[in-house]
């Protein structure tokens, strides 16, 4: 049996049976949440906590695996464990509080609030680094581009700030997409402070958790700071066994709270009763942001406003160390679930699982989009073959056959949902591949938002075309030089700090990493390579300059 650290209140459980449509006890219900736990957590390897919340009450409160190899110390419920950015809505209800009491205007332009602040062409406001449509670059994924990797190397406040001060552009109009960016909680937290003349986190721990008992709740002002009753969080591999990851930094705002189920399942009874703030605040920071085009985000003030299975959810997951946290809360039936793993994914469970018990009978779509499943011929299916490339030039996959079945990266079998759309077993969007009149191949990915892709021919150059490119390149926004060669009949970058980087060729002049950027090679009017630029998920178009050896 895992092990069990913390039972939950039966009584409380009793109470609302009528809310599970009365199919469960609480032998039951425990025993259909073990059975979610994933199989490689076990009495000797580091696990997660889980909480469900119901009517402001811990209904259940339970503990799988270890929280400190070490010792051999149980995971508890009572523990606190680094939530990652789960820490955001926290930050976000108090610039809620802030604009309510006056003090602050979500529609202030940044630099209203900070000196030495760059002005770009178009206004960056308070919402929108709340809101993560800001057009600021990314602190993380830049400090890894330069050779800082993050997870080895420190990372402070002002250098996450100077990533926006070197910034040459914004890298869209603000408002008018959603790109998810922890840099922006950076600057609130430091915005926050020059209002009220307190640190980010001193104003949270006063006016948040205090008034709600949240009494376990910490907050890491620097690396290295004694949390009291902490977690330890795991990563593991064959080769080496298991590790215990530690913080490169402590930059409150986008991360660097530890909590607990006690404490959280007082967080979540706060979007109820709205005991601290009020309504008026509940609201504000409750009202998901509308993109410049219409388009609903789905995304508040630090925490995503959007459905499940036609129920209203308000929901934010985190990722710090080797801890994943999921928060998720569902108003509409004031049921709270918690969950924390700190083993390095490896623990995660899904809280739709979860709610589906409590709450099957109250929702109005199926489960995971089950969509009937098509037969579809090899000779359809072949078609739909190829390379497929993001517009924005920052991702990129294959459709392949194995055997009889188009498969995602020769890893997912795609499964036929209509002739020329497809799901992926347990994911919940849809993918719709479509021939369009100019002779071109879109795909486009629906899973609450929208992505496009188009089909694209893979190049594959000669050796005496890929000498073409070599050279090195200089970013002066990242001071970093980048060495272009050929080696083994290859391109790659070579770095000091990165080491060796393959450039794998997509179609002409771009190139994919192992790292998951794209290189796209630019070209002067008369047709000479005279830079590159380097795009993610998270980060667009960051152009080095070719020196020309």
């Known amino acids: 049996m895992k092990i069990l650290v913390s039972l939950f209140l039966i009584s409380a459980l009793l109470a609302c049976s009528s809310n599970m449509d009365g199919r469960l006890n609480s032998d039951e219900l425990e025993a259909k949440i073990d059975s979610l736990v994933p199989t490689q957590v076990n009495d000797t390897t580091p696990g997660l906590i889980v909480g469900i919340v119901k009517g402001g009450e811990i209904i259940f409160s339970k503990g799988y695996g270890l929280a400190n190899l070490s010792y051999g110390i149980a995971n508890d419920p009572s523990m606190v464990f680094n939530t990652g950015s789960v820490t955001k809505q926290f930050l976000g209800y108090a610039f809620a509080m802030l604009h309510v009491e006056g003090k602050l205007s979500l529609d202030d332009p940044v630099s209203k609030h900070l000196e030495n602040w760059p002005v770009f062409d178009h206004t960056v406001t308070l919402r929108h680094l709340l809101t993560h449509t800001s057009g600021y670059r990314e602190a993380y994924t830049m400090s890894n581009l330069s050779g800082r990797i993050i997870g080895v190397d420190r990372l402070s406040r002002e250098e996450c700030l100077n990533v926006v001060r070197k910034q040459p552009q914004l890298e869209f109009v603000p408002g008018s997409r959603w790109t998810y960016n922890s840099t922006a909680w950076v600057i609130l937290a430091e915005v926050l402070e020059k209002v009220t003349g307190q640190t980010a986190d001193e104003w949270v721990a006063i006016n948040i958790f205090e008034p709600l008992g949240m009494k376990d709740t910490q907050i890491e002002s620097y690396v290295g700071e004694v949390i009291f009753n902490s977690a330890e969080s795991y990563v593991f591999n064959k080769e080496e066994g298991y590790a215990n990851q530690e913080s490169n930094r402590a930059i409150f705002g986008a991360a660097e709270i530890y909590s607990n189920v006690p404490d959280l399942a007082k967080w979540t009874s706060n979007f109820r009763t709205a005991q601290v703030g009020g309504s008026e605040v509940h609201d504000l920071f409750l009202t998901p942001f509308i993109l410049n085009d219409g388009t609903d985000s789905e995304y508040a ?44 994914g490896k623990g995660w469970i899904s809280t739709e699982k979860i709610a589906d018990l409590f709450l099957e009978n109250h929702m109005t779509t199926e489960k995971a989009r089950e969509y009937a499943e098509i037969n579809l011929d090899k000779e359809t299916l072949e078609q739909f073959q190829g390379l497929y490339l993001s517009l924005d030039l920052n991702d990129s996959f294959t459709l392949k056959m194995v055997e009889d079945s188009l498969t995602y990266e020769e890893e997912e079998n795609l499964i036929p949902r209509s002739p020329n759309s497809f799901g992926i077993e347990g ?37 005496a075309e890929l000498k073409k490119f070599e050279d090195d390149y200089w970013s002066e926004e990242l001071e970093t030089l980048y060495h272009v060669v050929v080696k083994d009949d290859q391109l790659q970058i070579n770095h000091r700090w990165l080491g060796d980087i393959m450039l794998k060729p997509i179609s002409p002049d771009l190139f994919e990493t192992d790292w998951g950027y794209t290189i796209k090679f630019l070209r002067s009017s008369s047709n000479e390579i005279d830079g590159l630029s380097v795009n993610s998920g998270r980060t667009l178009n960051v152009l080095f300059e070719r020196i020309n050896n």
């Open 427 to 463: 994911w919940n969007g849809l993918m719709k591949i479509e021939n369009l009149e100019d002779g071109t191949t879109r795909l486009t990915i629906e899973n609450g938002t929208i992505e496009t892709y188009k089909r694209v021919e893979r190049w594959s150059p000669e050796v």
């Open 301 to 344: 003030l630090g925490i995503g406003v959007g459905t499940y299975r036609g129920l209203k959810r308000y929901r934010h997951t985190g990722g710090h160390e080797a801890f994943s946290t999921q928060l998720s809360y569902y108003p509409d039936h004031d049921l709270g679930i918690i969950t924390i793993s700190n083993f390095g």
